[in-house]
């Protein structure tokens, strides 16, 4: 992510994060230089500056979601040395902390009538199933308790922060854990 500010000292990343801000507040019509400009309170030709036209905002505004939201933790090589149920511990804690799930509702919403968001979508619960499901397949999970565990993990992990707005961060906290020994029990013998 480039930090050079253009004009008015507006970076690409404040245009991105007032695009993903007006996007959680109005959906992707509400996307257009106009109002971004607005809420950024500079002319809209400062906008020019960091972007060819409207798509390449969007697509810039994905890629930031995919990169900074999904990356930091998935892209992550150090995470990768960490031991796998501390691992996915340190991860649910990330999320939490950096409310990095906070776009992914209306990323998703926005998917149901746009390809190039939906392709996004698709790659970042790949990433997030691919990264997690390594975790569980290195505590000896396999096939299809592998499968529900992982997807246990990263759907609980991603809708947690919008279901669950009333609980405060602090106790959500606590419970991580618990939620991970649950996770991670060995599975019940089948008959």
């Known amino acids: 992510?480039?930090?050079?500010?253009?004009?008015?000292?507006?970076?690409?990343?404040?245009?991105?994060?007032?695009?993903?801000?007006?996007?959680?507040?109005?959906?992707?019509?509400n996307l257009s230089v106009e109002r971004?400009?607005?809420?950024?309170?500079?002319?809209?030709?400062?906008?020019?500056?960091?972007?060819?036209?409207?798509d390449q905002l969007l697509d810039s505004i994905l890629d930031f979601w995919i990169d900074e939201l999904t990356g930091i933790a998935a892209n992550n090589v150090e995470m990768?040395?960490?031991?796998?149920?501390?691992?996915?511990?340190?991860?649910?804690?990330?999320?939490?902390?950096?409310?990095?799930?906070?776009?992914?509702?209306?990323?998703?919403?926005w998917a149901l009538t746009d390809e190039r968001a939906a392709k996004a979508v698709q790659k970042v619960?790949?990433?997030?199933?691919?990264?997690?499901?390594?975790?569980?397949?290195?505590?000896?999970?396999?096939?299809?308790?592998?499968?529900?565990?992982?997807?246990?993990y990263v759907a609980y992990h991603t809708f947690e922060g919008s279901m669950f707005r009333d609980v405060p961060p602090d106790k959500r906290r606590d419970m991580i854990a618990r939620r991970i020994e649950v996770l991670t029990a060995p599975s019940p013998v089948k008959s």
């Open 80 to 109: 990768l040395k960490i031991e796998p149920k501390t691992r996915l511990i340190e991860v649910a804690e990330m999320i939490l902390t950096y409310e990095l799930c906070r776009f992914d509702i209306p990323i998703r919403q």
């Open 1 to 29: 992510m480039t930090s050079h500010r253009g004009r008015k000292g507006r970076s690409k990343a404040d245009w991105l994060e007032a695009g993903l801000e007006a996007l959680c507040e109005g959906g992707a019509d």
């Open 125 to 152: 619960t790949k990433l997030r199933q691919d990264f997690i499901g390594q975790a569980f397949a290195e505590l000896g999970f396999e096939g299809e308790d592998l499968e529900m565990r992982t997807m246990l």
């Open 36 to 54: 971004l400009a607005a809420r950024l309170g500079i002319a809209k030709s400062g906008f020019y500056w960091h972007f060819k036209n409207r």
